[in-house]
């Protein structure tokens, strides 16, 4: 019970927003979920769900929903909107190789292409370092997808940085800072914000909402090989469910942001990154069962 004190409070996404079910429901799935997984730490955890009923208002409750985290591949989901709403202003030419890399980016979780982006939204290339002069104006540019959404109200992210299985090196790697002070980072409340306006068809445009989510749904039957609607939210959601998700993992995180559908209609945004845990499969999955489970059983 020590942890349901940390329990944030309930914000809205353009709602109003009625705290106490989504509230409730996430205190009992906290509290559960370190009953079960006694090495998991208080601060190893970050929760945010929304519950979007038909015709009433949204509610969201956040366990440490406010903190920031290394996201992994879970940024993808913002260069997905922020390349969306370049073409919706023409900053950028909507193009078969755009549409590629994006497809791969967020389909395969693939690394380069979404480098490709990172320099076609920022006008921005990796290569060696730069002079002082230079590197400060490399650094504006490459800032420009947090200009955008800090413009929307969005808290506590840092939106610069392309992921990378090896590196970085030359500019990118005096970019995030020697002791990486400089690194992405989000939050579980800022990663909610986002895919409710996807799932919504709130973000950039209705039709252009629409195309992200194209992207985003997941094959979860266990016998497909998508790794991101198998091993995630997606293992814990019943036959006739739907799912749209973003993943991530690296040796220190293990992330998902998901928008589901439940057979009865139910439908629901929830967003859970874990420290420390990379190779435990269970605890996303865990968090997922019951708040399924708890949905569910609702009249």
């Known amino acids: 019970m020590r942890h349901l004190g940390l329990i944030a409070v309930v914000f809205m996404f353009g709602f109003q927003a009625r705290a106490s079910e989504a509230e409730q429901l996430l205190a009992r799935v906290i509290a559960e979920t370190f009953t079960e997984f006694l090495g998991l730490k208080s601060n190893q955890l970050a929760v945010t769900l929304v519950l979007l009923p038909e015709k009433q208002h949204a509610e969201r409750a956040s366990y440490r929903g406010d903190q920031s985290i290394y996201p992994a591949s879970v940024v993808k989901l913002f260069y997905l909107a922020a390349a969306h709403r370049w073409m919706e202003d023409n900053r950028i030419s909507d193009t078969p190789e755009l549409r590629r890399a994006l497809r791969d980016m967020i389909v395969d979780s693939g690394n380069e292409p979404t ?7 920022t006008g921005t290339t990796s290569g060696p370092e730069l002079p002082e002069t230079e590197m400060a104006e490399w650094g504006q540019k490459r800032n420009a997808v947090n200009r955008y959404f800090r413009s929307l109200g969005y808290e506590n992210i840092n939106v610069n940085q392309k ?5 970085p090196y030359g500019r ?65 959601l019943p036959e006739g469910a739907k799912l749209w998700s973003k993943a991530g993992w690296t040796s220190t995180t293990r992330h998902d942001a998901a928008y589901a559908e439940l057979p009865k209609g139910e439908k629901f945004v929830l967003v859970t990154f874990t420290t420390g845990h990379s190779n435990n499969k269970e605890i996303i999955p865990s968090v997922a069962r019951r708040v399924v489970a708890a949905l569910s059983r609702a009249p």
């Open 115 to 121: 480098h490709y982006i990172v320099d076609l939204l």
């Open 163 to 167: 992921p990378w299985g090896e590196g």
């Open 172 to 236: 990118e790697r005096a970019w995030v800072g020697t002791n990486y002070h400089n690194r992405n980072i989000l939050t579980t409340d800022a990663t909610a914000r986002l895919l409710v306006e996807i799932a919504t068809g709130l973000c950039v445009s209705r039709e252009r909402s629409r195309q992200m989510m194209e992207l985003l749904q997941r094959e979860f039957d266990p016998g497909t090989k998508n790794d991101q609607g198998t091993s995630y939210t997606g293992k814990a």
